[in-house]
């Protein structure tokens, strides 16, 4: 699920949304004057009409209110080229939503990128999740995505957090293990997201289904309570545990144990008193499972691949 509203509180979300209402109930006649970032729009002499002690955000709105929507870009503009991220953030909405001007990703991903390259934790969520956007294949870049969220959620934006764990927890471009997963979910309901309450419960549900199913082995376990001269029958190896994590949910296989060598993780099945014993195991999985080419290896193998893999 994507999020394109504000999850995060404080007064300058507050003020943004009271401005994004405003935009949604303008006149339709208006809402085809056009937007450009390339210019700034001209200030002109109807500003002074307005309240010389309003803050920006506050003159824009009252010119709204007045039905006078060229003044309001015009404010919003000349803040957005000084550098003022809300104003960015605020030009970057109206034209990807076609609020007042015709809608423009290119515009969007121009204003946020401005905000974002700032330093701005709300600008990085959105831009994110512009580039993660399957609707629009020209936007669709999921390392992109992946960049800005992750900064945006190292700056602990609770909705970065929360999609960055959707993301992993869905296996979208992004692999996470579900310990990591379930971190930043929690990170993200500390935050006010409340979407992340059930996602919360499924990652524990099968964080508990993945231990049950599999046991974890490191050298010390397997050289104190293991027979050496046993072999077990070596299934699959994967580049991270995410995938190890996934592959073990949707298997009904049991005697799992899984072992991390090198920078990546093995997967093994069953402890049999020969390598003949463990390869006739093998003739009895089903068919996916034996096209993986099982292996028997002794415990010692596995034991002295540990001790020679780096920690």
Request: proline share 4%; charged share 20%; glycine share 6%.
């Amino acid at each position: 699920m994507t999020l394109f509203n504000f999850t995060c509180s404080g007064g300058f979300v507050r003020k943004l949304l009271s401005i994004l209402l405003l935009l949604t109930i303008v006149p339709s006649s208006v809402a085809a004057q056009q937007e450009s970032t390339a210019e700034p729009a001209p200030q002109g002499s109807a500003e002074q009409q307005v309240d010389p002690e309003l803050t920006p955000q506050e003159r824009a709105q009252q010119a709204l209110e007045k039905g006078d929507v060229a003044l309001a870009l015009a404010i919003y503009q000349r803040r957005a080229y000084a550098g003022e991220a809300w104003a960015q953030i605020l030009l970057g909405q109206i034209n990807q939503r076609g609020r007042l001007v015709e809608p423009s990703i290119a515009n969007a991903v121009d204003w946020y990128a401005r905000a974002a390259a700032s330093g701005s934790p709300e600008a990085q969520y959105r831009l994110g999740l512009i580039f993660c956007d399957e609707q629009n294949a020209n936007s669709l870049r999921p390392a992109k995505c992946i960049n800005w969220l992750q900064q945006a959620a190292g700056k602990k934006h609770p909705a970065a957090m929360y999609q960055l764990a959707s993301y992993a927890f869905q296996g979208r471009y992004i692999s996470t293990d579900l310990e990591s997963s379930l971190k930043l979910a929690k990170q993200a309901a500390d935050g006010g997201v409340d979407e992340a309450s059930d996602l919360i419960s499924t990652i524990e549900a099968d964080l508990k289904s993945f231990t049950q199913k599999v046991r974890i082995l490191n050298a010390d376990i397997i050289s104190t309570r293991y027979n050496l001269k046993k072999s077990t029958l070596r299934l699959a190896a994967f580049k991270n545990k995410a995938l190890l994590e996934r592959f073990v949910l949707n298997s009904s296989l049991g005697k799992l144990y899984a072992y991390e060598a090198g920078s990546g993780w093995v997967l093994s099945h069953g402890s049999f008193n020969s390598r003949d014993l463990a390869m006739s195991e093998a003739t009895k999985l089903d068919k996916d499972m034996y096209n993986l080419e099982p292996t028997a290896v002794r415990w010692s193998e596995v034991l002295s691949n540990l001790q020679s893999s780096p920690q």
